[in-house]
């Protein structure tokens, strides 16, 4: 609560019963009695009788490992269990044990990818729920798609979400931020005949290099992603944010749960992460 604003604490009941069990050792004491259960130490080697602490389940490799099974999961299109593995891993962060500064910024980058997937990703399932009758509603998808290729993504999945925004502003004749989608979509190589067809409809974009329609974004101004309003919040407008995932949010959501995260108080002032001895000498 005090380093990363935790205020839902139900969805780590599973992370913390699976923690808790893989610090102890089960053995046979002797015949027809119940198991002795052993907590070993992972400083057992300098800790006396009272200085040990408990070994740790999971170490960073692991989620790293677990990253990659999310990723092809978002490869697959299977969204929503990509969703939850992030987040998983996410939760898992504040519950491990590193040794050095490295292994500090490799947790905290850990952080960041799973926050730009899950806020890209919510955003695409949402995107794809609306409705498209009316020409508002096809303007909101378009924006929509077309903030999602500001997630900090894999050059596999910024290739897919380019094509897609690339073929809604097609569709609704804003032919000159599609140009600037199809530049974008060439410039990370995607397969022939991706390219080929990118670079097709780039031509056509060029001869017209006009908006038909205002929309909600401007490509040339960085901006965050609201991860509740999935709006554009620019540079220099104010901005709450999550204390452990820091995914950004307009200030009227101050106060509220996380929608990244869900278990963190969105803008609550804490003193951070600190998963490493050396961040408390």
């Not at 949402?126 to 998808?141: A, F, G, H, N, V």
Request: with cysteine; net charge positive.
């Amino acid at each position: 609560h005090d380093q990363v604003g935790m205020v839902n604490f139900e969805p780590f009941k599973a992370i913390f019963l699976q923690t808790y069990s893989g610090s102890r050792t089960c053995y046979q004491g002797l015949p027809s009695l119940p198991p002795l259960f052993g907590f070993p130490h992972r400083n057992w080697k300098e800790a006396g009788a009272r200085g040990g602490v408990p070994a740790i389940g999971v170490k960073l490799n692991d989620l790293v490992q677990r990253l990659q099974t999310a990723y092809q999961m978002t490869t697959q299109g299977k969204f929503q269990e990509a969703i939850d593995r992030f987040r998983s891993i996410l939760l898992t962060v504040p519950l491990l044990v590193v040794e050095n500064k490295q292994e500090i910024a490799e947790a905290q980058q850990l952080l960041e990818i799973c926050r730009e997937y899950i806020v890209g990703l919510s955003m695409e399932l949402q995107r794809k729920e609306m409705p498209k009758s009316t020409l508002d509603e096809q303007k909101r998808i378009a924006e929509m798609a077309a903030y999602f290729t500001h997630c900090n993504l894999q050059p596999v999945h910024l290739i897919l979400t380019l094509r897609t925004a690339l073929n809604l502003f097609f569709k609704l004749k804003n032919y000159k931020t599609a140009a600037s989608f199809a530049r974008r979509l060439l410039e990370l190589g995607p397969r022939p005949e991706v390219s080929q067809q990118t670079r097709k409809i780039l031509a056509a974009c060029e001869k017209t290099p006009t908006d038909t329609h205002q929309l909600n974004y401007d490509e040339h101004n960085p901006f965050d992603i609201c991860a509740a309003s999935y709006t554009p919040i620019y540079r220099g407008k104010p901005v709450v944010k999550c204390p452990l995932s820091g995914a950004c949010y307009q200030p009227d959501h101050k106060g509220q749960t996380c929608r990244v995260t869900q278990v963190t108080e969105i803008g609550k002032d804490c003193i951070g992460l600190r998963i490493s001895p050396i961040q408390f000498r």
